[in-house]
């Protein structure tokens, strides 16, 4: 049974990097042929794919978000992390972690487990 739970500050200033690890169980991030995403809701908005990275270590990113994120991992602890840089009021939101696996990583039906999710505030 694979396990997703997201951890990091739920509170951010403007222009600060929001930093949050994804921590998984029951499975590996580098485990063939599944990817990692990070996915968010902002208030009032539907789910928005963020990027992800695969069990090669390659990463792809939504055109929108690319210059800011940044999505790596640590093998050792079996946990992927999402830094999103420059931060605004608009950033704030629920922060979701998944795993994926087929084509089309960027469509959210692929990914069939899911964290819980976090809220990050992005508040001066």
């Known amino acids: 049974q694979v396990q997703l739970q997201e951890s990091g500050p739920g509170l951010v200033k403007p222009s600060q990097t929001l930093s949050l690890i994804c921590t998984v169980s029951?499975?590996?991030?580098?485990?063939?042929?599944?990817?990692w995403g990070w996915i968010r809701q902002a208030p009032g908005k539907g789910l928005e794919w963020m990027g992800a990275i695969f069990y090669s270590g390659s990463t792809y990113y939504s055109p929108s978000l690319k210059s800011r994120t940044s999505i790596s991992r640590d093998t050792s602890k079996n946990q992927f992390t999402l830094q999103l840089s420059s931060v605004t009021p608009e950033d704030t939101g629920v922060y979701y972690c998944?795993?994926?696996?087929?084509?089309?990583?960027?469509?959210?039906?692929?990914?069939?487990?899911w964290g819980q999710g976090t809220q990050v505030t992005v508040s001066s």
């Open positions: 998944a795993r994926g696996a087929g084509t089309n990583y960027y469509t959210l039906g692929k990914y069939e487990y």
């Open positions: 029951g499975g590996s991030v580098t485990t063939d042929y599944y990817y």
